[in-house]
């Protein structure tokens, strides 16, 4: 599909203004909160990981950001190539980690061999995401550092990511960015052409993107949920923006369904007050 940015609304979706200084102080403030030596965060050789990794940079220089890069042994080996060279590129601290040998023995171990072939592919894919946030809080614990999440808005709103794995993190600096922000946010800061321009993937299988997986492209995508964000009905945003009324329901189910990996977990409300419910902090 096409990944084009230009589509009905998109004026509506250009990066607010100050959203540098806003992420920037924010990711300053919330380090030096909670006492941290810094911050990890994985890179995989796209946009989002990027992004966070030059944001952290200006926030508290790079001396302070430590990116881990972890391959399996059936990752594309250009996202390899891509997070080395940027990594190098910006001066951050990096680490690599084959992945691959926890991967093999959870696999092994969750082996189930009644789910079908694309069943299996996806539940391997969670494994991976899972065992990467894993090394990422095991690092933060043990050099005193927190971990900076990568995802964006929209994949936070469709519910696009595993629930404690690529969506468990201390901060996410970006979670209130579109992808089409991300992208203009990554020109503005300085992030690789090259890797602005990557088709996005989350790396959990062979030849596995994004919009393949989501069904539409980013910019189809991002109209629809600002739509949602709007508070316009599927109706609405359907005739505003020439979508089909299929395409824009689809949507608003995804963002209904998903609620509840963007919750921590709900508890039942017996003192005064509730953590997750009415307890302000």
Same mark, same amino acid.
């Given at each position: 599909?096409?990944?084009?940015?230009?589509r009905?609304?998109?004026?509506a979706?250009?990066?607010p203004p100050?959203? =540098?200084?806003?992420?920037?102080?924010?990711?300053?403030?919330?380090?030096?909160e909670?006492?941290?030596?810094?911050?990890?965060?994985g890179?995989?050789?796209?946009?989002?990981?990027?992004?966070?990794?030059m944001?952290?940079?200006?926030?508290?220089?790079?001396?302070?950001?430590?990116a881990?890069?972890?391959?399996?042994?059936d990752?594309d080996?250009q996202d390899?190539?891509i997070?080395l060279?940027?990594?190098?590129?910006? &001066?951050?601290?990096y680490?690599?980690? /084959?992945i691959s040998?926890?991967?093999?023995?959870?696999?092994?171990?969750?082996?189930?061999?009644?789910?079908?072939?694309?069943?299996?592919?996806? !539940?391997?894919?969670?494994i991976? !995401?899972?065992v990467r946030m894993?090394?990422?809080?095991?690092?933060?614990?043990t050099?005193?550092?927190?971990?900076m999440g990568?995802g964006?808005?929209?994949?936070?709103l469709?519910g696009?990511f595993?629930k404690? &794995? /690529?969506?468990g993190?201390?901060?996410?600096p970006?979670?209130?960015?579109?992808?089409r922000?991300?992208?203009e $946010?990554?020109?503005k800061?300085?992030v690789?052409?090259?890797?602005v321009?990557?088709?996005?993937?989350a790396?959990?299988?062979?030849g596995?993107?994004d919009?393949? =997986?989501l069904?539409? /492209?980013?910019?189809t995508?991002d109209?629809?949920l600002?739509g949602?964000?709007?508070?316009?009905?599927?109706?609405e945003?359907?005739?505003?923006?020439?979508?089909p009324? =299929?395409?824009? &329901?689809?949507?608003?189910?995804?963002?209904?369904?998903?609620?509840h990996k963007?919750?921590m977990p709900l508890?039942?409300?017996?003192? $005064?007050?509730?953590?997750?419910?009415d307890?302000?902090e």
């Amino acid at each position: 599909m096409n990944s084009s940015n230009s589509r009905p609304g998109s004026s509506a979706l250009k990066l607010p203004p100050m959203t =540098e200084t806003v992420i920037t102080d924010f990711i300053r403030r919330k380090v030096d909160e909670a006492g941290a030596n810094g911050v990890v965060l994985g890179l995989s050789g796209g946009i989002d990981s990027a992004l966070v990794a030059m944001l952290c940079k200006l926030a508290i220089g790079e001396k302070r950001v430590k990116a881990l890069i972890m391959p399996t042994d059936d990752s594309d080996p250009q996202d390899r190539e891509i997070a080395l060279g940027f990594a190098e590129e910006t &001066g951050i601290e990096y680490e690599e980690k /084959d992945i691959s040998p926890a991967v093999k023995v959870l696999e092994r171990l969750l082996q189930n061999d009644v789910l079908d072939e694309d069943a299996k592919k996806k !539940a391997l894919g969670n494994i991976k !995401a899972r065992v990467r946030m894993i090394f990422l809080f095991h690092v933060a614990a043990t050099e005193g550092r927190v971990v900076m999440g990568t995802g964006n808005k929209s994949e936070l709103l469709t519910g696009y990511f595993t629930k404690f &794995g /690529d969506g468990g993190c201390d901060f996410a600096p970006i979670g209130d960015l579109y992808k089409r922000q991300v992208r203009e $946010m990554g020109r503005k800061v300085g992030v690789p052409d090259h890797i602005v321009k990557r088709k996005p993937s989350a790396g959990l299988w062979a030849g596995q993107t994004d919009e393949d =997986e989501l069904g539409m /492209d980013y910019g189809t995508l991002d109209t629809i949920l600002h739509g949602i964000e709007m508070l316009k009905t599927c109706e609405e945003i359907s005739e505003e923006n020439g979508l089909p009324i =299929e395409l824009v &329901g689809k949507v608003d189910s995804m963002v209904k369904k998903s609620v509840h990996k963007r919750k921590m977990p709900l508890i039942p409300k017996v003192g $005064m007050r509730t953590i997750g419910l009415d307890w302000r902090e």
